[in-house]
């Protein structure tokens, strides 16, 4: 329960939270399954190998995934889609507009 709390996994009986996959670069969360929606909820996606090979581009050479200087890192891009999404929630919950469009 502690883990799920710092990570904000629900874990309630209803919950479509788990399984939850998480990957950590240097102790950063990069990416987690299941993905959320700009508004919160879950985006149902099955927890497939084919998906996780996919969602975690695990046939993808690290070097080209991570590398921190690269402009076209799919990772860095995708953090930055990923942060944007969540500064819109957080001006959307304060009743703020998003500076960002999807």
Request: with cysteine; aromatic share 8%; net charge positive.
């Amino acid at each position: 329960p502690e883990y799920a709390e710092e990570f904000k996994i629900d874990v309630s009986g209803f919950t479509k939270q788990l399984p939850t996959v998480i990957c950590f670069y240097k102790g950063r969360e990069l990416r987690r399954l299941p993905q959320f929606t700009t508004s919160g909820k879950v985006i149902d996606n099955a927890m497939a190998e084919a998906t996780l090979i996919k969602h975690f581009e695990l046939e993808t050479d690290v070097h080209t995934v991570l590398h921190p200087n690269s402009k076209t890192s799919t990772w860095r891009l995708k953090e930055e889609e990923q942060k944007k999404k969540r500064e819109d929630l957080k001006r959307k919950k304060a009743g703020k507009k998003p500076k960002h469009e999807d």
